[in-house]
């Protein structure tokens, strides 16, 4: 009798969204999620006048899905010391407003002003580095002479390794600390977010007080940005347009206020770029924090700003010079990057007998899967996951399909643009990219019959490790799958 539920040269056509960032560990972001970041610049109000005394309204490019952390980096115009404080960052934009530290007046000049803003997650860029953005909170305090209390930090370690030594920038995203009426008085006590022993497993996170002496830190939400160090690479924006970034931590050259301007060349050559450097070291006892003095299309100017609460001084002598974390991009720009995965699937009797299109029981039939990214950036790691489930006629071939120990399912990339790992040990096995279900959904483990097949397994799911490259204009990453089935 033709088993009519069975069709020969069927094709199904269906999406298959992307599982949760770390579906397997951890759930932190919607399906098929890669995430938005963004980067620009802003001028920040002159507080000198009255009138002006108030935060500068930032409004993203575009609405984010959720807040981003935003880490952001101030020039040098105005002879006070001055850092930029980050706060109220919603899906639209964030304030920004321009705070000094005791021993002054508290109100400056306008500035301007450098971010970039990046979804909360693990995401994985087209090119497959991995960067990583959260908040994370802390009283930790580093401080300078004169100042009370103990140092110390909190350690921050990443989801997963990144490929390199990291480059990391944080902002503090609060003010819970502060006492004072800022900008019409200076900021009490002062502090900013320092990193320092960056790897490529995670780093040290700190609230740098520097000399301020009066008040009491309080625990601040700091917000990170962390890229693989001296890594180069490109994505799309929302308009199509190509943007390059890169990533550098610099030798120790950035010295104090009143030492100069200390060139640092950028990763990234543009005469658009668009960078932020923060410090990821701590030499100089006094503390202190970057601003930009000068910037052109291949190297931005840094010097070491610091209060002066303690002593006068703002010098950092040249065996205590500070190295410089550093991400740049080619533009500014604001980018949506979003896996999105297609599945299709055809079959065809490879032995036994059909009729009229239709196979017959006993035959076998040989099904190819195969899985493309037409989005513009890869899903996360390990989160493509396919579950096909076979037809309750067929029973599923579990024997070796290309030979000793390869398994009951092969896989191939079209064109080498999969950036993905597919493994295979044992029927048994838990920890490789192959797994049986039955029915109920349950994972079983299965055993051949005398025609190599188990009628048992009702899914086959496929988790291969790695990521799946965007379709970048070259053609979609893609691969097959392939595996065959006993007719019933």
């Known amino acids: 009798m033709i088993n009519q539920s069975v069709f020969s040269e069927i094709m199904e056509k269906k999406t298959i969204l992307t599982c949760l960032l770390f579906m397997l560990?951890?759930?932190?972001?919607?399906?098929?999620?890669?995430?938005?970041?963004?980067?620009?610049?802003?001028?920040?109000?002159?507080?000198?006048?009255?009138?002006?005394?108030?935060?500068?309204?930032?409004?993203?490019?575009?609405?984010?899905?959720?807040?981003?952390?935003?880490?952001?980096?101030?020039?040098?115009?105005?002879?006070?010391?001055?850092?930029?404080?980050?706060?109220?960052?919603?899906?639209?934009?964030?304030?920004?407003?321009?705070?000094?530290?005791?021993?002054f007046d508290g109100r400056h000049l306008a500035q301007s002003v450098q971010y970039i803003a990046v979804e909360p997650g693990r995401h994985i860029l087209p090119g497959g580095d991995a960067i990583e953005a959260r908040r994370t909170n802390t009283s930790a305090v580093q401080l300078g002479p004169g100042v009370s209390g103990s140092a110390g930090s909190t350690p921050v370690f990443f989801t997963a390794p990144l490929a390199n030594t990291a480059t990391v920038l944080a902002q503090i995203q609060t003010a819970n600390s502060e006492t004072r009426d800022v900008p019409t008085q200076s900021s009490r006590p002062h502090i900013t977010a320092l990193t320092f022993n960056a790897s490529n497993a995670g780093f040290q996170l700190a609230l740098e007080r520097s000399q301020s002496a009066i008040g009491t830190v309080l625990t601040e939400t700091v917000g990170w940005i962390a890229f693989p160090s001296a890594r180069n690479e490109s994505f799309p924006d929302i308009n199509g347009v190509t943007i390059n970034w890169g990533a550098a931590n610099s030798g120790n050259t950035v010295r104090g206020w009143d030492d100069g301007c200390f060139s640092v060349s950028l990763p990234v050559t543009s005469s658009t770029v668009v960078a932020v450097a923060k410090k990821r070291t701590r030499f100089n006892g006094d503390g202190g924090w970057f601003r930009y003095c000068s910037f052109n299309a291949s190297t931005i100017g840094l010097r070491v700003d610091e209060d002066t609460d303690q002593d006068n001084e703002r010098s950092v002598a040249a065996g205590d010079a500070e190295s410089a974390a550093i991400i740049a991009f080619s533009r500014p720009f604001h980018a949506n990057l979003r896996a999105e995965i297609e599945v299709t699937k055809v079959s065809a009797t490879i032995s036994g007998t059909s009729l009229n299109g239709f196979s017959l029981p006993g035959a076998i039939r040989e099904y190819i899967v195969t899985v493309r990214n037409v989005g513009n950036a890869p899903p996360n790691l390990g989160s493509l996951i396919i579950n096909d489930t076979l037809s309750p006629n067929t029973d599923l071939l579990v024997t070796n399909i290309e030979g000793s120990g390869s398994g009951p399912v092969a896989i191939a990339e079209v064109n080498g643009t999969a950036l993905l790992n597919f493994s295979f040990t044992d029927l048994a096995a838990t920890d490789d990219s192959l797994f049986f279900l039955d029915s109920g959904n349950t994972l079983i483990t299965p055993t051949a019959d005398a025609n190599g097949a188990d009628d048992n397994v009702a899914i086959l799911r496929i988790q291969p490790s790695g990521t799946l490259e965007g379709n970048r204009g070259t053609g979609p990453g893609e691969f097959n799958l392939r595996y065959r089935a006993r007719i019933k």
Not at 38 to 65: H, I, K, Y
Not at 67 to 83: E, K, L
């Open 25 to 103: 560990a951890i759930i932190s972001a919607p399906a098929a999620h890669a995430g938005r970041l963004e980067a620009g610049r802003f001028t920040a109000n002159d507080t000198l006048a009255v009138g002006t005394r108030v935060p500068t309204p930032v409004t993203f490019q575009q609405t984010f899905d959720v807040p981003p952390i935003v880490v952001a980096i101030s020039d040098q115009v105005g002879g006070n010391s001055a850092s930029i404080r980050i706060t109220n960052i919603t899906t639209t934009g964030f304030n920004a407003l321009v705070i000094e530290p005791d021993n």
